[in-house]
């Protein structure tokens, strides 16, 4: 394990004032306790704990310049299981001479976890060329895993994480199922499909991206998106109402289209490795919107389980605050909509081969299809409430009816003898469906 401390903030060892350039030659100093003296000059959103995680990884060290220079917060810590990578990275910070920010680094992740209020996970396997992200995904999907488990052990207090690595949609579910957040507590990265669209109109009508408004692609961050043009203006013009004329052909749009959803591929054709400043810079944009930053201005992928589209972690209309992600409505052409479906149907597909894996329980997908026909779910129910319903795990508990005066007595009395009880629900007269979650 090494730790370093930002730049030149004093530390007392032993009563005795060193600054860090005089410590960083020896490795021995990482070892010991430094009493960091903060001299912050610069206000940032927030002075909670930012953790990095893949931080010796060129999408890591880009998020974690750019978060020091957004002026995120005052406390950052760098995580990646290769050490000197990882040290290597923190030299480079260091040496930029920033101010106002304590930034440490560590290749364990109980000490970079513990206390970190955000996390921006880039930590996955890296895409190469002839790939696509789902060839990603029996690795990335148990790193995933052990991703939300050991936030569940170190830091289950987190406020809010972005997951970045692909296939982004299945590992950010797989760190939501194994975390025990609530799904307004979990994004992923979905923007650049939507930046991209954005890029290849401005190329095409050879203007600034600045008057290519609203640019939106839905469904899975992949080349299985759906490609919205409804959504779209080009200098305060409709884009669909451009397609199909001498401004954009139906072919041109065909192969814009294209490029879209091949972007990612494109990107590694012509430097020879994935993307990494783009995805950098979005995903910072989204945390410090979950710090309560400017809103993030594009799609996120979240969790969505609307009736439609079920237990899914998918690229959604969202709004990002402070108390997490809120879904928005999503509307788009018959056509439109019937590719969002057929990209939910291939994040089915993903999702079901990682439950074959023995990643995601089965039992709970099942179950949710056999019990979801007699449930009512109120508008006020909390998505991780309406999951507990179709969990395996509460198999085997001793479900008693009995008076609410006598159910409270009840729960006292196996209290004491250190036996655990809840109520966790009322009798009411039968509706049309059984079952009322709210």
Not at 210 to 220: L, S
Request: proline share 4%; charged share 25%; glycine share 10%.
């Amino acid at each position: 394990m090494y730790k370093g401390y930002g730049n030149l903030l004093p530390l007392q060892i032993k009563e005795k004032i060193k600054f860090a350039s005089e410590l960083y030659s020896s490795r021995k100093c990482f070892n010991r306790k430094h009493i960091i003296k903060k001299q912050y000059n610069m206000k940032t959103l927030t002075d909670e704990k930012l953790t990095i995680v893949g931080a010796a990884g060129m999408i890591g060290s880009n998020m974690a310049q750019t978060a020091i220079m957004m002026g995120l917060t005052s406390n950052i810590c760098l995580y990646d299981p290769y050490a000197p990578g990882l040290e290597g990275v923190a030299e480079e910070l260091f040496h930029c001479g920033f101010e106002g920010v304590n930034i440490t680094f560590t290749s364990d992740i109980k000490e970079a976890l513990t206390g970190a209020k955000y996390i921006v996970n880039s930590g996955g396997a890296a895409r190469k060329a002839g790939m696509t992200r789902e060839d990603l995904l029996k690795g990335n999907a148990a790193i995933a895993e052990e991703f939300g488990k050991n936030v569940k052990a170190y830091c289950p207090d987190v406020k809010h994480i972005v997951v970045i690595f692909n296939p982004a949609d299945i590992t950010g579910l797989i760190t939501l199922l194994y975390s025990g957040l609530k799904p307004s507590q979990v994004t992923t990265l979905a923007a650049l499909d939507s930046t991209r669209l954005r890029s290849e109109l401005a190329k095409h009508f050879g203007v600034s991206m600045d008057v290519v408004e609203n640019c939106r692609t839905y469904g899975g961050h992949g080349e299985q998106m759906a490609v919205y043009a409804s959504t779209a203006k080009v200098e305060g013009k409709p884009l669909a109402g451009m397609i199909g004329t001498d401004a954009l052909t139906k072919d041109r749009w065909a192969e814009i289209q294209t490029k879209v959803t091949k972007g990612g591929a494109n990107i590694i054709a012509l430097r020879g490795r994935s993307s990494f400043q783009s995805p950098s810079y979005v995903s910072i944009e989204m945390i410090a919107a979950a710090m309560g930053g400017k809103p993030f201005r594009w799609p996120a992928g979240a969790y969505v389980s609307n009736g439609k589209f079920d237990h899914i972690m998918m690229a959604w209309e969202t709004s990002i605050t402070k108390d997490g992600v809120a879904l928005k409505e999503v509307k788009g052409t018959p056509e439109e909509e019937a590719a969002l479906e057929k990209s939910y149907e291939h994040l089915c597909k993903l999702r079901d081969e990682v439950i074959e894996m023995g990643i995601i329980p089965a039992g709970a997908y099942r179950n949710m299809d056999y019990v979801k026909p007699h449930l009512t779910i109120m508008e006020s129910a909390e998505q991780p409430l309406v999951d507990l319903i179709s969990d395996p795990q509460t198999s085997g508990g001793l479900l008693i009816a009995l008076p609410a005066d006598q159910a409270f007595e009840l729960c006292r009395e196996l209290r004491k003898l250190s036996l655990t009880g809840a109520i966790i629900g009322e009798a009411i007269e039968r509706q049309e469906k059984p079952l009322i979650i709210e």
